[in-house]
T-cell receptor, first 115, second 116 residues
Framework: GAVVSQHPSRVICKSGTSVKIECRSL??????MFWYRQFPKQSLMLMAT?????????EQGVEKDKFLINHASLTLSTLTVTSAHPEDSSFYIC???????????FGPGTRLTVT | AQKITQTQPGMFVQEKEAVTLDCTYD???????LFWYKQPSSGEMIFLIY??????QNATEGRYSLNFQKARKSANLVISASQLGDSAMYFC?????????????FGTGTSLTVIP
């Protein structure tokens, strides 16, 4: 299947700082990428849907000013957690699809710890 | 209402035995897909098996099979001949509509522990 990578795989940052997480489709062009958040021992919750070249669509309850999503190219979407707090510590997973009728592929996830 | 319900937070199975992980779903869309993913401690989501709403037969993939009961809206995962490496979280997920690119709805997961 297609390959989706995330960088970094783990990141520790101090409270109040911002951190950027990258999601890349390595062997296909991803018109849409999805960002999920997973708290320990819980399910994946969709945060936002990102379409290349347009603004992301955020799920209810997700602060768009805090979780900035940029999908500037067909192979890269970034999630920036601004002014991070300990409660933002979580596992962030992206998935990518080539087109609306294409299969989705998950990235390996990024574990964020805010101290 | 929850789209996907997994009622077993944790399950234990003896090595080499079979185990069934429960999943029920809720949708009014006649076209949907049901998925099972395995998530080991590393966090990666590993696709296991897929069942389409119009598929006549239950899906099978090696040691994994899906017991699809459409009228009861259940899609239980059966793992045969359990191995120690099967210990992980298992998530049931649904995608509504015909477009394969639509978003997933995930259940809360079942933690499976295989006992030697």
């Amino acid at each position: 299947g297609a390959v989706v990578s995330q960088h970094p795989s783990r990141v520790i940052c101090k409270s109040g700082t911002s951190v950027k997480i990258e999601c890349r489709s390595l062997d296909f062009q991803a018109t849409t990428m999805f960002w999920y958040r997973q708290f320990p021992k819980q399910s994946l919750m969709l945060m936002a849907t990102s379409n290349e070249g347009s603004k992301a669509t955020y799920e209810q309850g997700v602060e768009k000013d805090k979780f900035l999503i940029n999908h500037a190219s067909l192979t890269l979407s970034t999630l920036t957690v601004t002014s991070a707090h300990p409660e933002d510590s979580s596992f962030y997973i992206c998935s990518a699809r080539q087109g609306i009728s294409s299969e989705q592929y998950f990235g390996p996830g990024t574990r964020l710890t805010v101290t | 209402a929850q789209k996907i319900t997994q009622t077993q937070p944790g399950m234990f199975v003896q090595e080499k035995e079979a185990v069934t992980l429960d999943c029920t779903y809720d949708t009014s869309d006649p076209s949907y897909g049901l998925f099972w993913y395995k998530q080991p401690s590393s966090g990666e989501m590993i696709f296991l098996i897929y069942q389409g709403s119009y598929d006549q037969q239950n899906a099978t993939e090696g040691r994994y099979s899906l017991n699809f009961q459409k009228a009861r809206k259940s899609a239980n995962l059966v793992i045969s001949a359990s191995q120690l490496g099967d210990s992980a979280m298992y998530f049931c997920a649904m995608r509504e509509g015909r477009n394969t690119g639509n978003q997933f709805y995930f259940g809360t997961g079942t933690s499976l522990t295989v006992i030697p």
